[in-house]
């Protein structure tokens, strides 16, 4: 392989954020700041929640089906510490799905640019509070719950404090 695509790939790495390039300490995975992650909180919570609310009552079977199955996977990897990976993969499915099943591409565009720095806050969060795991579940459960029931309002909110939640308990780990 040539140099060309590999320093496109670097390159394009740096501009999202995701890693810093400098001749004195070569090639570092950047952390995200306290700020980048509360306004990627705030960004999922827009854009989730405004998800939620259409979708919710709407679902076919099938798609209902493949969220709850995603549940069925979660609470399986979650017993298990040594699964964090697994869950973390979950998790991330977990929030994608809705969004997928609206199919407004802009919103699918807007969760697959957001998704690996989600992913990382997802793993940091999962890696320092073990018991999230299954608490976010139970979490997972009742919006899944709402979306069935027709419950546009109630989703969006369980889906408002579900976020809020992952992000106080990723701050007060941090904080520690």
């Not at 952390?31 to 705030?42: H, R, V």
Request: net charge positive; glycine share 4%; charged share 30%.
């Amino acid at each position: 392989m040539s140099k060309t695509p590999v320093k496109a790939a670097l390159e394009r790495l740096e501009q999202e954020g995701y890693i810093t390039v400098s001749p004195q300490s070569g090639i570092r995975v950047r952390e995200l700041s306290d700020s980048e992650i509360a306004e990627l909180y705030d960004v999922r919570i827009a854009f989730e929640c405004f998800v939620l609310r259409r979708i919710a009552g709407k679902l076919t079977e099938e798609q209902l089906y493949k969220w709850e199955e995603n549940l069925h996977g979660m609470a399986t990897a979650a017993v298990d510490a040594n699964h964090r990976k697994k869950v973390v993969d979950l998790d991330t499915e977990f929030h994608a799905l809705p969004c997928i099943y609206l199919g407004n591409q802009q919103i699918i565009k807007l969760m697959q640019q957001y998704s690996e720095k989600i992913r990382m806050v997802t793993n940091s969060v999962f890696a320092r509070l073990p018991d999230r795991a299954s608490q976010s579940l139970k979490e997972h459960r009742e919006i899944v719950a709402a979306v069935r029931k027709g419950e546009p309002q109630l989703a969006s909110d369980l889906m408002e404090a579900h976020i809020r939640r992952g992000h106080r308990l990723l701050r007060d780990a941090s904080s520690r």
